[in-house]
C-alpha cells in the first residue's frame, strides 16, 4: 500500500542566526540544540566569506603557524559588501518562508546585516532580534564619535592578534588562534569575548572562529529604515557582563534606534552573560527566543 506524505506549513516560526565578525554557523549550535529540544525550527547561515562558503587560509590552521604565510595568504573576504550579505540571506529566508514565519537574530557585526534585510523584506519577517548585536540609525554614527563611554576590552585584544594582510589592507585578520599557546592572552581573549565561560567551552569557540572580516559593511545601507525596518517589531537583547559591545553602547544603539521610531520602539530584554553568552549559556537565551514567540 502506497501511503503519500504532505508537507504542511507551521505557524510556529523558524529562528534565523547570523553570526558576528570572525564567526560563522557554527556557534550558534549550543543554542540550535536548546531549540530543538523546545520543539523549534532553526538555521544559522554562514555569510559569505566564512565558515563553510570560505576558502580560510591553511596557515591558519597549521600548528605552529607561519605567521609569514599568514600575512601573505589570500582571504575569502575579499570583495565582500554588505549587499553580499543581504542577497544570502534574503534567498535562505525565501525559502524558510515557504513553511512559516521567520524570525531573524544576530550578534554582534551581524546586527549590520540583519539590519539591511530587514530595510529590504520586512514582509519576510515577524520579528529581528539583536543579541547585543549593532543597530545603526543614523548617519553620524558612521562618521561621528559616539555620545557614550565605551570602556571595551576588544580593542585591546583585537591589536594584539591583528596580522597585517600584505595582499589586502582592507580585510582585517585576527590570529584568534595565537591564544592557545599564551596563557596571558588566552585569558585576555576570554575576558573579552566569553568570559562566562570555562576554559574548555571558549576553547572550542576559538577553534571555531575565522581569521578574517571585511568591516567594508559598515555602510550606509547598514542604517535601519523608519519605512522598512521600522515595520517589522524589534526585540534587543541587553548582555550586561558584556566587555565586548558594553551595556553602555547598547543602550546607546537602542535609544537612538527608538529615536527614529517611537510608534515601535525596541522591546529591551536583559541576559547576564558575556558578548557570546549563546554559546556557553544556550539554555538562557532558547528560553527568552522562544517566549518571544
Known sequence: ????????????????????????????????????????????????????????????????????????AASPMTGVTLQDNVRHVVATLRRLTAWGPAVLVGNSLGGLTISAVANAVPELLDRVVYLSALCLSDPAMLTEPWDVVDDNLLDAVAARISVPIVSNPGVVRLNWRSAHTDPALFAEVKAAVMADSTDHQFRLLLDSLDPDENHSVLEPGALVR?????????????????????????????????????????????????????????RLFAELLTGLV
Open 1 to 72: 500500500m502506497t501511503r503519500i506524505f504532505t508537507m504542511r506549513a507551521t505557524s510556529r516560526p523558524t529562528f534565523v542566526f547570523v553570526h558576528g565578525g570572525s564567526s560563522n554557523s557554527r556557534a550558534w549550535g549550543p543554542l540550535q540544540n536548546e531549540l530543538a529540544l523546545r520543539g523549534h525550527r532553526s538555521h544559522a547561515v554562514d555569510l559569505p566569506g566564512h565558515g563553510d562558503l570560505a576558502d580560510s587560509p591553511a596557515a591558519y590552521y597549521r600548528q605552529p603557524q607561519d605567521l609569514t604565510a599568514l600575512a601573505t
Open 226 to 282: 523608519a519605512d522598512g525596518w521600522g515595520r517589522v517589531p524589534h526585540t534587543y537583547v541587553r548582555l550586561s557582563a558584556d566587555r565586548s559591545t558594553t551595556p553602555a553602547v547598547q543602550d546607546y544603539m537602542i535609544r537612538a534606534a527608538d529615536a527614529l521610531t517611537p510608534h515601535n520602539p525596541f522591546e529591551v530584554h536583559t541576559l547576564p552573560t558575556s558578548h557570546v553568552g549563546y554559546f556557553s549559556r544556550p
